[in-house]
């Protein structure tokens, strides 16, 4: 399939390993922001979310920490699987307005 | 997925012919977005929706135009295809709580 990005930064880990993606967002007053994973050939997928009210996020084998202060943003996959090697990017809102999207890391996964 | 489908999910076509790509959503959503995806870029927001009949530009509007005549179908028409309109495009809905979900994309190639 066609590549999402081709100059993206890349993070290499082992499988099993956990990995941090990092994000750094534009706008001191956004207020909502989502991680979407997107595969070669495939639409962005929601993973999580987080609010501004809140520093920290889980879901099923990920979670979302969020520095407002820094304006910084993470995402933590635990036990990382090959099935996980895809291009992730962060989107920031703010109070509903329309979304900036991060331009992604590519995740891949060695076995 | 949110109920989202597009079609053509891929196009040739050559320069100066219109092209229209459609996306459906079955879910009622009134927020829905045209984005397109290119190497190096991130996605772009190019025109979106916050009801029938009521749109608006994003940041990368000329050469679109977009209609939405129905609640469950928004347009994006090519009026006359150039080159650089050879993208990944992308359309989105947005809920009321601000998740968005996207499509799976149309391939459009523009010879």
């Known amino acids: 399939g066609e590549s999402v990005g081709l100059h993206l930064p890349t993070l290499s880990v082992q499988e099993g390993d956990n990995s941090i993606i990092n994000c750094a967002y534009s706008?001191?007053?956004?207020?909502?922001f989502i991680w979407y994973k997107q595969e070669s050939g495939k639409g962005p997928q929601f993973i999580i979310d987080?609010?501004?009210?809140?520093d920290k996020r889980q879901g099923q084998r990920v979670t979302v920490l969020l520095n407002k202060t820094v304006k910084h943003l993470s995402l933590q996959i635990a036990a990382t699987q090959p099935g996980d090697s895809a291009v992730y990017f962060c989107?920031?809102?703010?109070?509903?307005?329309?979304?900036?999207f991060g331009p992604g890391t590519r995740l891949s996964v060695l076995p | 997925d949110a109920g989202i489908t597009q079609s053509p999910r891929h196009k040739v076509t050559e320069t100066g012919t219109p092209v229209t790509l459609r996306c459906h959503q079955t879910?009622?959503?009134?927020?829905m977005y045209w984005y397109r995806q290119d190497p190096g870029h991130g996605l772009r927001l190019i025109h979106y929706?916050?009801?029938?009949?009521?749109?608006d530009k994003g940041e990368v509007s000329d050469g679109y135009s977009v209609s939405r005549s129905k609640t469950e179908d928004f347009l994006l028409t090519l009026e006359s295809a150039t080159s650089s309109q050879t993208s990944v495009y992308f359309c989105?809905?947005?809920?009321?709580?601000?998740?968005?979900?996207f499509g799976p994309g149309t391939r459009l190639t523009v010879t």
């Open positions: 706008n001191s007053a956004s207020d909502y």
């Open positions: 929706s916050y009801g029938v009949k009521d749109t």
């Open positions: 987080i609010r501004s009210n809140m």
């Open positions: 989105a809905i947005r809920q009321e709580t601000y998740e968005q979900y």
């Open positions: 989107a920031e809102n703010n109070y509903g307005q329309n979304f900036v």
């Open positions: 879910e009622n959503h009134r927020y």
